[in-house]
């Protein structure tokens, strides 16, 4: 593995052990050359997925990038790192297993509201005030509004 501070090509790992969800490994690595110390993480990938965008472009899928769509969602909420790792894992997990190696990107979409709102429900509406476009005080009131009622229902 290349060290990510100097680009040499010989570290070593210090330590492995798995995710607390026993979907990755997690590596201490240390460079031989500069001596930095940085986290690897090994993942089983069971297929490659292609995101099929709105425009109809095709892109591959790119899960630093649901990483940090979620992270940006729970940022400053009482989220912590490793429930967004769960999350994460367990959308792509959903992914790889759906058969399919083209997935609509309104998909990922509907998967990252339905964990969002199991995990925080500012989160939650962060991020639909963006997926659904939200142009104006008053989409925020709508979309609130329902999910208040949908509440209502499910207490009843």
């Given at each position: 593995?290349?060290?990510?501070?100097?680009?040499?090509?010989?570290?070593?790992?210090?330590?492995?052990?798995?995710?607390?969800?026993?979907?990755?490994?997690?590596?201490?690595?240390?460079?031989?050359?500069?001596?930095?110390?940085?986290?690897?993480?090994?993942?089983?990938?069971l297929?490659?997925?292609?995101?099929?965008?709105?425009?109809?472009?095709?892109?591959?899928?790119?899960?630093?990038?649901?990483?940090?769509?979620?992270?940006?969602?729970?940022?400053?909420r009482?989220?912590?790192?490793?429930?967004?790792?769960?999350?994460?894992?367990?959308?792509?997990?959903?992914?790889?297993?759906?058969?399919?190696?083209?997935?609509?990107?309104?998909?990922?979409?509907?998967?990252?509201?339905?964990?969002?709102?199991?995990?925080d429900?500012?989160?939650?509406?962060?991020?639909?005030?963006?997926?659904?476009?939200?142009?104006?005080?008053?989409?925020?009131?709508?979309?609130?509004?329902?999910?208040?009622?949908?509440?209502?229902?499910?207490?009843?």
């Open positions: 593995m290349r060290c990510p501070f100097c680009h040499h090509n010989d570290t070593q790992v210090k330590d492995s052990r798995p995710t607390e969800d026993n979907a990755a490994i997690r590596r201490r690595r240390i460079c031989a050359d500069c001596g930095s110390r940085f986290t690897t993480f090994e993942r089983v990938q297929r490659d997925l292609v995101i099929l965008k709105k425009n109809g472009q095709r892109v591959p899928f790119e899960r630093d990038k649901l990483i940090r769509s979620i992270q940006l969602a729970c940022r400053k009482p989220v912590d790192e490793e429930r967004v790792e769960r999350v994460v894992n367990g959308i792509q997990r959903r992914l790889e297993s759906s058969g399919e190696s083209e997935i609509r990107s309104d998909a990922v979409g509907e998967l990252v509201m339905e964990a969002l709102s199991n995990l429900p500012v989160a939650y509406v962060r991020f639909a005030s963006v997926y659904k476009n939200f142009r104006e005080a008053r989409d925020f009131e709508d979309f609130v509004g329902q999910i208040s009622g949908e509440e209502e229902i499910e207490n009843d």
